[in-house]
C-alpha cells in the first residue's frame, strides 16, 4: 500500500469556485482534491483529502495522522494566522508539513503575512492556485520517500572510502616529540 498523505483544508474552503473568485479562482474544492488524486497517483503516494470548518476537527485529524499517516498538507484557511493549536498539533505529529495557500499571503492584507502554520512546516507554497497542492504533493512524496537500499557493491565502496580516510587521516608525531 502507497504511504498515505493528509490533505487538510481549513474554514471557508468549502465555499471555493463562489467565494471572491477574483482572489481564490474558480476551481471549487472537489477540483481540487481531484487534482491531489491524480497528482499522488502519479507520484505513488496516496491522499486522504479532507476540509473542516472546525479548528478542533482540524486538530484531531493532526493527532489521528501522527501514527496512520506519512505527512501532512494543510491549507489552514484563516486558522493559519491565529491557530496556535494547529501549530501545536502539527508540531506534536513529528510529521513533515508542508503548508499551502491559493492565494499569495504576503500580497494580501497585513495581518494574513503571518502564519503560525509555517512555524511547524518544512515548506510554504502560496500565490500559485490548485497548482501548488499538486507541487506541495511532489515536495511531500520526497520528503516521505524511503532511503534507497545499499547494493553490496555501494557498501563495499563506502567501507573503502571510509577505510581510507582512517588511514591517510592519521597524523605522525614530528621527530623528538613525545606522544601522550
Known amino acids: 500500500m502507497p504511504s ?20 481564490y479562482g474558480h476551481e ?34 493532526i ?13 489552514a484557511g484563516a486558522l493559519t494566522h491565529t491557530s496556535v493549536a494547529l501549530l501545536d498539533a502539527l508540531n506534536a505529529s513529528g510529521l513533515p508539513v508542508i ?3 491559493l492565494s499569495n499571503i504576503f500580497r494580501r492584507e497585513e495581518f494574513r503575512r503571518h502564519s503560525y502554520i509555517s512555524l511547524a512546516a518544512r515548506g510554504v507554497i502560496c500565490g500559485l492556485g ?30 573503502k572510502k571510509t577505510t581510507n580516510k582512517k588511514t591517510t587521516n592519521k597524523k605522525t608525531p614530528a621527530k623528538g616529540k613525545r606522544t601522550s
Not at 498523505?5 to 471557508?12: D, F, I, K, S
Not at 493527532?63 to 491549507?75: C, D, F, L, M, P
Request: hydrophobic content about 45%; charged content about 20%; glycine content about 4%.
Open 28 to 61: 471549487t474544492l472537489s477540483d481540487i482534491a481531484a487534482l491531489c488524486e491524480q497528482a499522488a497517483a502519479s507520484l505513488g503516494i496516496a491522499v486522504d483529502f479532507r476540509q473542516s470548518n472546525s479548528e478542533a476537527e482540524l486538530v484531531n485529524w
Open 99 to 101: 503548508e499551502v495557500h
Open 130 to 159: 490548485p497548482q501548488g497542492y499538486e507541487l506541495a504533493l511532489a515536495a511531500i512524496a520526497r520528503l516521505i520517500a524511503k532511503p534507497r537500499k545499499r547494493t553490496a557493491s555501494t557498501q563495499k565502496a563506502t567501507n
Open 63 to 75: 493527532q489521528e495522522a501522527r501514527t496512520s499517516r506519512a505527512g501532512i498538507i494543510i491549507n
Open 4 to 23: 498515505q498523505v493528509l490533505v487538510l483544508n481549513g474554514p471557508n474552503l468549502n465555499l471555493l469556485g463562489t467565494r471572491e473568485p477574483e482572489i
